[in-house]
């Protein structure tokens, strides 16, 4: 997913996607003919993730904003704003598999494929999923 150059989904795309999503069959609907229902198992297919038993928590509190402030701030000053894809863009250019490199890229996942956002930042709601890195894999992603 890092050699990616997708910064930014089809609007149009997704518009129909949506339009054509069926909630409550979730299933995708064009017209009688074409009907494809997505299950958990066809999501995990697609993004090679596991699927837990674990809500994923978006309830950021305190604590999740402070951790990522401290990691990703310069100059032992924390960060005063969302972490920026940039950001996460130096942290991979440097190659080193390590705690920050971990958290970049959990939080460039999310926010770049499985919940898009309008920003060129990580959502502050994806902050509790990168708390404890060890937690992601029990999640219920799909």
């Excluded at 050699?3 to 129909?16: A, G, H, P, T, V």
């Excluded at 997505?38 to 994923?56: H, K, N, Y």
Aim: with cysteine.
């Amino acid at each position: 997913m890092l050699q990616l150059k997708c910064r930014m989904l089809n609007r149009e795309f997704i518009s129909e996607l949506v339009k054509h999503f069926n909630f409550v069959t979730k299933s995708l609907e064009f017209g009688r003919v074409r009907v494809y229902t997505i299950t958990l198992d066809d999501v995990q297919r697609a993004l090679e993730l596991s699927c837990g038993t674990i809500a994923v928590p978006t309830d950021c509190q305190d604590h999740h904003f402070e951790d990522i402030r401290k990691m990703f701030g310069k100059e032992n000053k924390p960060l005063k704003r969302e972490v920026t894809f940039a950001m996460m863009q130096q942290v991979f250019k440097k190659k080193k598999a390590d705690v920050k490199f971990q958290t970049s890229y959990v939080l460039f996942v999310l926010s770049c494929f499985l919940c898009p956002t309008m920003k060129d930042v990580a959502a502050t709601k994806f902050y509790p999923t990168v708390h404890d890195l060890l937690q992601t894999r029990t999640y219920a992603w799909a």
